[in-house]
């Protein structure tokens, strides 16, 4: 089960890395008036994209399967990793949400602002100090 909990832990990092530096792009990305930056920002995101797809993807395997492992008891008496897993699928909509802007950047049909994108940046920062405090210190 260690195993698992160190895959699930290095898969959310990943996640977390691409997670903390598509927003970053996309603030450039709204910078950007020439057509060949706009295009290397397309290739950019889009690859970043697929990465942090893969991220996702085994954090929630890992993750799944470790509540698989701990059971359905442990499960229903941890209001720690209710919380947890709500910020998670909060998350994951932010990542779909993701896949939406590099879609409209990619058409080019932007029109959101680099400031609201630094806005938008955020959030998976505050997303990862709640999911930490969650599973560290477990406060109910």
């Not at 990793?81 to 990542?95: E, F, M, S, W």
Request: aromatic share 18%; charged share 15%; hydrophobic share 55%.
């Amino acid at each position: 089960m260690i195993w698992i909990k160190a895959l699930h832990i290095m898969s959310m990092v990943t996640w977390f890395a691409a997670l903390f530096y598509l927003p970053r792009l996309f603030v450039y990305h709204a910078m950007t008036e020439d057509t060949l930056g706009h295009e290397r920002f397309c290739v950019m995101e889009r690859k970043l994209y697929v990465m942090m797809n893969i991220g996702m993807m085994a954090t929630w395997t890992f993750g799944l399967w470790l509540i698989y492992l701990y059971g359905w008891e442990w499960l229903k008496s941890s209001a720690w990793l209710h919380a947890k897993l709500t910020i998670v699928l909060a998350l994951t909509g932010y990542h779909l949400y993701c896949k939406k802007i590099v879609h409209t950047f990619k058409a080019g049909h932007n029109t959101r602002s680099h400031v609201w994108y630094r806005v938008f940046n955020e959030v998976p920062v505050l997303a990862l100090v709640g999911i930490i405090i969650l599973a560290v210190v477990k406060p109910f």
